[in-house]
């Protein structure tokens, strides 16, 4: 079980975003205060609107925050210049969302290789790291087809593959089980405990999916732009 005794790899304080000017103005994040640590899986929770996905893009640096600050793995976000931050994004973050988002006309492999090549790795080393990678999450005899060739569950694992493949310190999964069954949507997330979690790496995950609720270290709860609640979760062996 994670506690707070562990290094934070992402520390927000005071955060806070707003949308429009003036009478259409619309603030989404009311002075977030939160901390994911180093090895653990956090499930951030809430309902449609409260602020969930704002809040993932402002910790990965995608928007900018009107106040507060949030530092990853020790760097302040704000403090960046805009392309260093992609820069550090693409070095130290890997993402998972609902939808795919693969290139239709590019192989799993070549999918896969994507945030290398972006990276400037050659591109026979970026795609042996890519099957390397694809085997790791069963889809070893798949790395030369395409996606419409694959299931949807195939499909999810390459996303997976493509999001862990330059090994990120920071994995953000914004409804990752959403398109899926529940039985594929365990497997996912068991894949994604299982290959995306080690000591110095954290997962957080954006979901309404209380199936898999039990995957995580701890839940937070958004509620109108807030952090309402944080709750632990027991395991069996557990105390």
């Not at 260093?84 to 070095?91: A, P, S, V, Y």
């Not at 594929?184 to 309404?208: A, F, Y």
Request: proline share 4%; glycine share 10%; charged share 25%.
């Amino acid at each position: 079980m994670t506690t707070p005794t562990q290094p934070a790899a992402v520390r927000a304080r005071g955060v806070v975003k707003s949308f429009g000017h003036g009478d259409t103005q619309v603030m989404v994040l009311k002075g977030i205060d939160l901390d994911i640590y180093q090895g653990e899986m956090l499930l951030l929770v809430g309902e449609s609107g409260g602020g969930k996905t704002t809040l993932l893009s402002a910790l990965a640096g995608i928007l900018d925050i009107d106040e507060g600050h949030i530092d990853v793995l020790g760097i302040p976000l704000s403090e960046l210049p805009a392309r260093r931050r992609t820069q550090f994004r693409g070095e130290t973050m890997g993402f998972i969302y609902q939808q795919f988002n693969l290139l239709q006309a590019l192989t799993a492999a070549e999918n896969v290789a994507v945030p290398l090549l972006i990276q400037n790795l050659g591109r026979r080393e970026a795609v042996r790291r890519a099957r390397l990678m694809l085997e790791r999450v069963g889809l070893g005899d798949r790395t030369e087809f395409l996606p419409k060739n694959l299931s949807g569950g195939q499909q999810q694992r390459i996303a997976i593959a493509r999001a862990l493949v330059n090994e990120p310190r920071l994995l953000i999964c914004d409804e990752p089980t959403a398109a899926l069954d529940g039985p594929n949507g365990q497997k996912i997330m068991e894949l994604i405990r299982e290959v995306g979690r080690s000591p110095d790496r954290c997962v957080v995950v954006v979901t309404h999916d209380s199936r898999i609720f039990n995957f995580g270290d701890r839940i937070a709860h958004l509620t109108d732009g807030r952090i309402d609640s944080i709750d632990s979760i027991a395991r069996e062996g557990t105390a």
